[in-house]
T-cell receptor, first 114, second 114 residues
Framework: DTEVTQTPKHLVMGMTNKKSLKCEQH?????MYWYKQKAKKPPELMFV???????INESVPSRFSPECPNSSLLNLHLHALQPEDSALYLC?????????????FGEGSWLTVV | AQSVSQHNHHVILSEAASLELGCNYS??????LFWYVQYPGQHLQLLLK??????LVKGIKGFEAEFIKSKFSFNLRKPSVQWSDTAEYFC????????????FGSGTQLTVLP
């Protein structure tokens, strides 16, 4: 079982709604990630937090807003999404090493935008 | 930047057949290599990883992979597949100095017929 937990497992939201995805890990990892995965495709990196600071933003639209309140928690705030944003959103974490990092994934949050 | 190629998009095998999934990467420096598996409707799970040392690595569920540096390859093998191995398999790589940026291949869908 994964030690990265995500809530909710499923979310349906309208294009005018504001919602949030939440992620928690208790492995003492100092890097946390958001990925987006469309069906039958590999995950695409969205954001990376290192020591609670945003270190990588892969040109993600501003309707996705990440937040890292502390070293164990990672949120993804969603606002004014489009139907094409429907996907599996994966949270992940890893130790913060320059070499030999293993990235562990959560079970994901299935998002449907209607 | 590194890239990963998985040339087999869909592999269909009968139970007890042997499996080999190809993975090639392009990067001139030191890499860390991974195989992840995603069962239908589930999250990404780490099958095995290579950081250094013995190029033949063993993972969970009877899988193994061999790193051949001269061929830039990290092929996944299993001597006898089971119906429960039906899943999507992703090869992934991180490069030295970019340990947080996991680059995935396009994935291989394995279907095992009972």
């Amino acid at each position: 079982d994964t030690e990265v937990t995500q809530t909710p497992k499923h979310l349906v939201m309208g294009m005018t709604n504001k919602k949030s995805l939440k992620c928690e890990q208790h492995m003492g990892h100092r890097a946390m990630y958001w990925y987006k995965q469309k069906a039958k495709k590999p995950p695409e990196l969205m954001f990376v937090y290192s020591y609670e600071k945003l270190s990588i933003n892969e040109s993600v639209p501003s309707r996705f807003s990440p937040e890292c309140p502390n070293s164990s928690l990672l949120n993804l705030h969603l606002h004014a999404l489009q139907p094409e944003d429907s996907a599996l959103y994966l949270c992940a974490s890893s130790q913060e090493r320059t070499y030999g990092n293993t990235i562990y994934f959560g079970e994901g949050s299935w998002l449907t935008v209607v | 930047a590194q890239s990963v190629s998985q040339h087999n998009h869909h592999v269909i095998l009968s139970e007890a057949a042997s499996l080999e999934l190809g993975c090639n990467y392009s990067y001139g420096g030191t890499v860390n290599l991974f195989w992840y598996v995603q069962y239908p409707g589930q999250h990404l799970q780490l099958l095995l990883k290579y950081f250094s040392g013995d190029p033949l690595v063993k993972g969970i569920k009877g899988f193994e992979a061999e790193f051949i540096k001269s061929k830039f390859s990290f092929n996944l093998r299993k001597p006898s597949v089971q119906w429960s191995d039906t899943a999507e398999y992703f090869c992934a790589v991180t490069a030295s100095g970019s340990a947080r940026q996991l680059t995935f291949g396009s994935g291989t869908q394995l279907t095992v017929l009972p």
